[in-house]
Nanobody, 118 residues
Framework: QVQLVESGGGLVQPGGSLRLSCATS????????MAWYRQAPGKQRELVAG???????NYANSVQGRFTISRDNAKNTVYLQMNSLKPEDTAVYYC????????????WGQGTQVTVSL
């Protein structure tokens, strides 16, 4: 069982920055792909940024150049640095871990709210 705990959400003005953290329950990065998703009210959950065990990253077009996903192997933590935030970035952000072989082993955190508003 993999546990994921997000933190770092909050209220920020447009143009501001936030850093989200996702603490995992162990050293899982070698066997789990990690990613951040978000879900805005009335919309489907969407991929924001992803990390594969090979170290490659991918981003949604809407956040490319503004968001950066990173990880600290020693702390078993994945981060999402969000800069130049826009009101349309408002959503609940979720951390996700999916096993690289057994894709049914798919875990989610509880989510953290990010609100971008004046």
């Amino acid at each position: 069982q993999v546990q994921l705990v997000e933190s770092g959400g909050g209220l920020v003005q447009p143009g501001g920055s936030l850093r989200l953290s996702c603490a995992t329950s162990g050293s899982i990065f070698s066997i789990y792909d990690m990613a951040w998703y978000r879900q805005a009210p009335g919309k489907q959950r969407e991929l924001v940024a992803g990390f594969t065990r090979g170290g490659t990253t991918n981003y949604a077009n809407s956040v490319q150049g503004r968001f950066t996903i990173s990880r600290d192997n020693a702390k078993n933590t994945v981060y999402l640095q969000m800069n130049s935030l826009k009101p349309e970035d408002t959503a609940v952000y979720y951390c996700n871990a999916i096993n690289v072989v057994y894709r049914t082993l798919n875990y989610w955190g509880q989510g953290t709210q990010v609100t971008v508003s004046l």
